[in-house]
């Protein structure tokens, strides 16, 4: 595992190596963060410390989004509907933040989002240049 970015919650740190375990070398490009990046959300769970954005060699972030779904229970666990606390984006080659990534969060059950739109879930975003949110399809964990 290549380490960009620190990932202090160990619980998040298990599941990227999870990742790193069944699909190979993983990249952390960014993981706890003190500020927000130019565009980047404000309520970011990166602030929190519960967030981080990764790559994995040989594979493009779409690759790696389906393969998080489809191996969503191995990699995330048991929890489904409400009890299902991550959140997986695929931010295409449009985001503002950090370039074509899969950024992967955890919601801790007792965080209140002051401004944004809380979600667990799948979400695809930035897949145009200038347009952020021009897909935004979120997968409800079944
Ligand atoms: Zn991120």
Redesign the pocket.
């Known amino acids: 595992m290549k380490r960009m970015g620190r990932i202090s919650d160990p619980r998040l740190l298990k599941v990227v190596q999870a990742i790193a375990d069944r699909f190979g070398d993983v990249t952390v490009i960014?993981g706890d963060r003190d500020f927000v990046p130019n565009g980047g959300a404000k309520e970011?769970?990166?602030l929190l410390n519960e967030?981080?954005?990764v790559s994995v060699a040989g594979k493009t972030p779409e690759q790696l989004f389906e393969l998080l779904i489809a191996a969503r229970q191995e990699i995330f666990g048991q929890e489904t509907g409400a009890a299902f606390r991550w959140q997986i984006?695929l931010?295409g080659p449009g985001t503002k933040?950090?370039g074509h990534?899969v950024?992967i969060?955890y919601v801790p059950p007792d965080h209140v989002f002051r401004r944004s739109r809380p979600f667990m879930g799948y979400v695809v975003e930035g897949l145009f240049k200038g347009k952020t949110y021009s897909a935004y399809t979120p997968y409800v964990a079944p």
């Open positions: 960014s970011s769970l990166h967030a981080a954005d984006i931010h933040t950090e990534h950024h969060g």
